[in-house]
Structure formats: C-alpha cells, structure tokens
C-alpha cells in the first residue's frame, strides 16, 4: 500500500528568523514545509539549507499585501499536495518604531497595515478552501505581545498586530465547523534578525521586566506553533497565547 503523500504547512515570511526557524521545526515534524518569502533569494536558500539537513522543503515568491502574489502562492502550494496547516508569519518589524502616533505619516501607517493586518487576511482567504478539504486545518497568526503592552512610539505596528489578534477570534468563530482552527502566539522581543535595529532601551525593557530574564530565541516560540499545528489542539480555536518569558501575564 502506498504511503500518504505528507501534508504541506505555509509559512510566510519564512526566509530568516522566526519564520525559518518554524519551518525547520515543522520540517522535522514530518511536513513538507512551504517557504512563502517575499525575497525570493532568501527563500531558495532557505529552503535548499533544510533540503541538505534531509528535510521536505520549497521555496515561493509571495508578497503577502499584493493579492495576485497570494493567488499564485495559492496556486503553487495547491501542486505539492494535501494542505494541514498555515503560519502567517510574514510582517514588518524592521525599523518600524521611533515616533510618536501623532508625527507617523500615512504612508507608512498604511504600509505596515497592509503587510501585517491585511497580509494574514489576503494568505488565510485564499488558503481556506485547500485547508477545509482536510478536514483538519490548522491556521496560526503571528501577533505581537506589544499589543499586549502597549509599547509607545509603535502605534501603526501595534495596530497591525492587534487586527491580528481580533482577526484570529473573528477566522476562528466562521472556520470552527470547517474543521479549520485559528490561533495565534504574541512572541516577546526575540533575538533574530528583525530585531537587531531595535533600539537598546526596549530590549532592556525587556530584559529588567520579564519572570525568565534570559534573552528569548526562536527556539522559545517554535515548540508553542508545532503545537497548535498539531494534532492535540484539535479543540482549540481564537486563542491568544503570549510567549514572552512572563513580559505581560494575562
């Protein structure tokens, strides 16, 4: 009898940092992890790197803000296989902070809404129908715990990430009786790539007000996301869980 082909989990903006650290672990999972990046250099290496660590990996351009990009995304992932599971990781959060909500112009309010609100929306849309045919679909937002907090000089971002919060309990009411849950982590600040133009201040912040004062690392987040894409969260749906070494307690 022939093996199942495995089934293919979505990560987007998974070239560097988080994002690759998730599909490594969804990889090792057993997966065929698809690498949705918006560099699409980036994202053949990444995906050549986990192929020669024997992992099931490919690399598709995507931007996650223009709606063609998703469809073709949408189009390319429907060739691999069966669809299980999707991590909207991709967002902007290079360089993003710095003034205050008064002096942010519109341009880039409306560009870090477009990449990090409307992104998952646009990827989530067009993913829906392969997930529901499954049976079993699993969809996981990447918000932000500084929603949480309410960090200041950080208003368009913060806004971003909470409509990713609102939009995970408002997906997981309308896919519940799909088969399709949606939840999402708000990871603290985590040491990667993205967050080295932070400025010091924050990161001490951080450090001076977390339980587990350690620095926190992709490998802190990726356990919790394997989780909600597995099979024991099968009845958990519009759940927020803040990863952050205790910075906020809820």
């Keep these: 009898m022939a093996a199942a082909?495995?089934?293919?989990?979505?990560?987007?903006?998974?070239?560097?940092?988080?994002?690759?650290?998730?599909?490594?672990?969804?990889?090792?999972?057993?997966?065929?992890?698809?690498?949705?990046?918006?560099?699409?250099?980036?994202?053949d290496s990444a995906a050549a790197g986990l192929r020669a660590e024997g992992l099931d990996a490919h690399a598709v351009p995507v931007d996650v803000a223009d709606p063609a990009?998703?469809?073709?995304?949408?189009?390319?992932?429907?060739?691999?296989?069966?669809?299980?599971?999707?991590?909207?990781?991709?967002?902007?959060a290079d360089a993003v902070g710095g003034k205050p909500f008064h002096e942010i112009d519109v341009a880039e309010w409306d560009r870090i809404m477009a990449v990090n609100a409307r992104g998952p929306w646009?990827?989530?849309?067009?993913?829906?129908?392969?997930?529901?045919?499954?049976?079993?679909?699993?969809?996981?937002?990447?918000?932000?715990?500084?929603?949480l907090y309410g960090s200041p000089r950080l208003a368009h971002y913060i806004a971003s990430k909470g409509a990713v919060i609102a939009l995970t309990r408002a997906m997981a009411r309308e896919t519940g009786d799909l088969g399709v849950t949606v939840n999402?982590?708000?990871?603290?600040l985590t040491e990667s790539e993205?967050?080295?133009?932070?400025?010091?201040?924050?990161?001490?912040?951080?450090?001076?007000?977390?339980?587990?004062?350690?620095?926190?690392?992709?490998?802190?987040?990726?356990?919790?996301?394997?989780?909600?894409?597995?099979p024991e969260s099968g009845y958990l749906t519009g759940q927020l869980i803040a990863v952050n070494g205790g910075f906020t307690m809820h």
């Excluded at 992890?33 to 699409?40: K, Q, S």
């Excluded at 990009?69 to 902007?92: F, I, K, M, Q, Y």
């Design 5 to 43: 082909p495995p089934r293919t989990v979505v990560v987007t903006g998974a070239g560097r940092g988080l994002g690759l650290a998730t599909a490594r672990r969804v990889a090792s999972d057993g997966h065929r992890v698809v690498i949705a990046e918006l560099d699409p250099e980036r994202g």
């Design 69 to 92: 990009s998703v469809d073709r995304l949408a189009r390319e992932v429907a060739a691999l296989g069966p669809l299980h599971g999707l991590v909207n990781n991709a967002g902007l």
């Design 122 to 147: 646009l990827v989530s849309r067009a993913l829906l129908p392969q997930l529901t045919a499954t049976g079993s679909g699993r969809i996981v937002h990447l918000a932000s715990d500084a929603a």
């Design 184 to 188: 999402a982590v708000a990871p603290g």
């Design 194 to 230: 993205s967050t080295v133009r932070i400025p010091a201040e924050r990161h001490d912040l951080y450090r001076l007000n977390r339980a587990i004062s350690r620095p926190q690392t992709p490998d802190d987040l990726v356990g919790v996301i394997a989780f909600l894409l597995g």
